[in-house]
Structures are given as structure tokens and as C-alpha cells.
């Protein structure tokens, strides 16, 4: 099989992650909501690092794992080289010094930059500085990184100014997810509409949902967006401070399919 994930009935997760051993062409592991604990996540750290490993995608969606479980976790993932994508959001038992580690090995030269996809969602113990170290991820040599999801982390200016920054030199990434980060004022969101306007972006999604996105900011990104033929997705939520002048900087937007496929406000 290629694809594994812990049944509804209670299934040990140490005697799950014992058995992978005899699946050696595992290529998805799912173990989002489960509690893998510590004897679990040593299983787990042996599985990621031996040579012979071929999973792509790890999903530890609200797990529980603290930091020295991620501290292991991240001593495998040096070792790796053919994870794919790596879902670590909503595990709020990491801190600061958790983190790190992890994001040291991520901005690290000689990693192998095979991650395609990361989701980091629902930790704001990684905190602004390390935020703004997960964006110097998008302007690293050799980054193969396509999605990003940044969604409920209390971001704020400081982090938004540093991913435009760093998608000015990036054209892999391809989905960015920044909903509900409500800190972020217009100063933030007009930097982010310059990504936008630059030809080398290869943006396709951009999901600001839940966030204060007033007039300028609205202005900001449809201006942005009139020479863009790439992005095919733009989320807004409901309903953000938009008065009717903002909404008037899309109204032409919209009837020219070209710039955009599909907005979601």
C-alpha cells in the first residue's frame, strides 16, 4: 500500500507505527488528531530517517507534540530526502525553542529542499522572528516550495512585509494561506499586492479570509491585479470593512476574466 492512516477504532498508534516497517513503499502517513506521544514520535523519527524510507507526505495535524519530540522529529527530517510535504499545524505544546531547530534545518544550505508544501497553521508560538525566518524559506537557491500555509498565527505587519519581500525573488510558490490573521493592517496587505504585480510570481491562491482588509488594501490588490494572468484564486471572506470604494476598484477587475479566474469576497 501507499497511503496509511489510523483507523476510528482506537488502533495503537506505537503498534501502527512499528508495523510501517513492512510497508517500505509507504508513500502518504496520515496521524492528524492523534496523540503519537513520546515513544511514538522515536518510532516515527527511526521510520523518516532510514534510507529505505519513501513516505512524501507526513500530516502531525494535532498531535500534541512538544518541543523534544520536534527537536527528534526534525534530527530524522536532516537525514530525509524525499519528504514532500509536512503538516505540522495546530500542535500549540511547541514554544519558541521548539521551533528553532526546525526552521534552522529548513533555511540550512546544504538541506535537501525537497518540500514542496508546508503547513504551519494554527502556531503562533512560532512567533513574529520566526515567521520571518519561515519567509526567507521562499528566496532560498534551490527552494522547491509550492505551498504555504500561514492561517491563524496572529501574524502581523513585520511577518506580511518580510513574505512580500521574499516573494520578489521566488517563482515556485504557487498557494499562500494567510486567513485569519487580523493584525495585519493595510500597510501589511498593500505590501503583499506587490508580489503580484511582479512577473516572476507564480501565485495561483492567495487566501486572505478573515483578516481586516479595508479600502486601500482593496484598492492595493485590484491594482495590482489588472496585469496578472496568473493568479486564478483570491479569498477576501466575509465580509471585511470594504465600503463601496473599495468594492469599485474590483468592479472592472471582474468583468475582465483574464486577470483573474476567481474571486471569492
Known amino acids: 500500500g501507499t497511503e496509511m492512516g489510523l483507523d476510528d477504532e482506537g488502533e495503537s498508534v506505537n503498534d501502527l507505527l512499528t508495523s510501517l516497517k513492512e510497508y517500505p513503499h509507504l508513500k502518504t502517513l496520515e496521524l492528524e488528531t492523534n496523540d503519537i506521544g513520546p515513544a511514538g514520535c522515536t518510532i516515527l523519527s527511526s521510520l523518516l530517517d532510514s534510507p529505505n524510507s519513501q513516505v512524501e507526505k507526513l500530516d502531525l495535524r494535532d498531535t500534541d507534540i512538544d518541543n523534544n519530540m520536534l527537536v527528534s522529529l526534525t534530527s530524522s527530517l536532516a537525514k530525509n530526502t524525499v519528504l514532500q510535504e509536512l503538516n505540522l499545524g495546530n500542535n500549540l505544546s511547541i514554544t519558541v525553542a521548539g521551533w528553532a531547530p526546525l526552521l534552522s534545518l529548513l533555511r540550512s544550505p546544504t538541506n535537501n529542499h525537497t518540500l514542496t508544501s508546508l503547513v504551519l497553521c494554527g502556531n503562533p508560538s512560532i512567533t513574529t522572528p520566526g515567521f520571518v ?88 490588490f485590484a491594482t ?41 469576497l
Not at 486564478?232 to 479566474?261: E, H, M, Q, V, Y
Open 133 to 220: 525566518a519561515v519567509s526567507t524559506l521562499l528566496q532560498m537557491e534551490g527552494t522547491n516550495l509550492e505551498h504555504l500555509d500561514l492561517g491563524e498565527n496572529e501574524l502581523d505587519d513585520d511577518v506580511a512585509v518580510a513574505l512580500s519581500r521574499s516573494l520578489a525573488k521566488n517563482c515556485t510558490l504557487k498557494s499562500l494561506m494567510l486567513n485569519d490573521n487580523p493584525s495585519i493592517t493595510a500597510a501589511g496587505f498593500i505590501a503583499l499586492s506587490a508580489v503580484l504585480r511582479n512577473p516572476i510570481s507564480r501565485l495561483r491562491l492567495l487566501d486572505l479570509r478573515e483578516n481586516n482588509i479595508d479600502d486601500d488594501s482593496t484598492i492595493a
Open 224 to 264: 495590482s491585479l489588472i496585469n496578472n494572468h496568473k493568479l486564478k484564486t483570491l479569498r477576501l471572506g466575509t465580509p471585511p470593512p470594504i465600503s463601496a470604494t473599495g468594492w469599485a476598484a474590483f468592479a472592472s477587475l471582474l468583468c475582465d476574466s483574464s486577470s483573474i479566474n476567481n474571486t471569492y
